[in-house]
């Protein structure tokens, strides 16, 4: 077994939750997909939901009274909304570091938008896998978690078969790192 870490705080005291909040003094690193996922969906906002909406309030605007067009209110409302993610993810896009995690090749250490393969020492042995990846691009469903997580923060730079010892809500966890693989594009 390898060497035992753990992670609570970082080295200024503000926890990962914390770091997440304050992403304009934090690196926005993207894998490939996720930089194009953003992209589509600026795309889509841009050419496709934008001009359709701005159809439906000029039409609901032609109705006459405002104030009481639930066509006109609602298209406003979800105009701005619109306007909103379009400056949100043009800014996310202007600000990517996309880093390609196939360029890591068979790389044992963890890094940025490796699958890593764990299992808790104690409680079942139970294997879970997990996916690094930017902030941008979290589903905790597919298993992808964000590079500032507690569990990502910890794992970062460790090897396969290292013990972590994690902070978690139930109290310090140990896990065992199973196997680590960087996962090309699809």
Known sequence: MGKSVTLSRTRNGRNAAALAHVAHDVKNYI???????LKAELARLLDVERPELVKVIAWAASNGDRSENGDYIYGKKRLREIDRRIHYLTKRLDSAEVVDPARRGDSSQIFFGAAVTYAYVRGG???RTITIVGMDEVDVKRGQVSWLSPIARALLKKRSGDVVTLATPAGEAEIEIITVRYP???
């Open 125 to 127: 042995r139970e294997q």
């Open 31 to 37: 894998t490939p997909q996720g930089y194009a996922r």
């Open 184 to 186: 090309t594009a699809g």
